[in-house]
T-cell receptor, first 120, second 113 residues
């Protein structure tokens, strides 16, 4: 139990569907992240939110749309995805970040258990 | 962007043996983090390092932040079956454009009972 909860844990969706992934952190952190993990690739940062403001969008296609209503909740809205978008999507949080998502000294990132997404 | 070379990619060891894995970078890092990921789960933080030369232990795990600030290693002593999983290093650089964590590709550890 890392204090970062993701739902659903597994999701299968068609290419024309609209679905959302949800993340909630119970750690009192102010920064939240979405990462994508594909087979045989390093973790890829997608989005960073710091105090509810998006500070980083790593050239992510617009079919992925994040939403951060408050510092404890983060959503990833999915629309017209492609089969190659199938992956493990990981949410993470940290105390806060400096400009552009940099961890301040003594800070670290805690991950949720991930949401397995399959696009058919 | 920055790249991390993590090695080895995979290891098969006998229960009770010690394990060593490392990450190297072409650029200087200010932070090194080591994570373990079990199948179907998210990465769990094992050890965080913030200072060159820092040596930190967490039970049977020991990690060090290299003096050159371009490498880090993780050692596991007296391995047990539950050590099985994928171990990731992650580093954060100091220069402009290096604000995000860079992750290694992982070391897959298998422990033979």
């Amino acid at each position: 139990e890392t204090g970062v909860t993701q739902t659903p844990r597994h999701l299968v969706m068609g290419m024309t569907n609209k679905k959302s992934l949800k993340c909630e952190q119970h750690l009192g952190h102010n920064a939240m992240y979405w990462y994508k993990q594909s087979a045989k690739k390093p973790l890829e940062l997608m989005f960073v939110y710091n105090f509810k403001e998006q500070t980083e969008n790593n050239s992510v296609p617009s079919r992925f749309s994040p939403e951060c209503p408050n510092s404890s909740h983060l959503f990833l809205h999915l629309h017209t995805l492609q089969p190659e978008d199938s992956a493990l999507y990981l949410c993470a949080s940290s105390q806060e970040t400096t400009a552009r998502g940099r961890l301040s000294s003594g800070n670290t990132i805690y991950f949720g258990e991930g949401s397995w997404l399959t696009v058919v | 962007g920055q790249q991390l070379n993590q090695s080895p990619q995979s290891m098969f060891i006998q229960e009770g043996e010690d394990v060593s894995m490392n990450c190297t970078s072409s650029s200087i890092f200010n932070t090194w983090l080591w994570y373990k990921q079990d199948p179907g789960e998210g990465p769990v933080l094992l050890i965080a390092l913030y200072k060159a030369g820092e040596l930190t232990s967490n039970g049977r795990l020991t990690a060090q932040f290299g003096i050159t600030r371009k490498d880090s290693f993780l050692n596991i002593s007296a391995s047990i079956p539950s050590d099985v999983g994928i171990y990731f290093c992650a580093g954060q650089g100091s220069g402009a454009g290096s604000y995000q964590l860079t992750f290694g590709k992982g070391t897959k550890l298998s422990v033979i009972p």
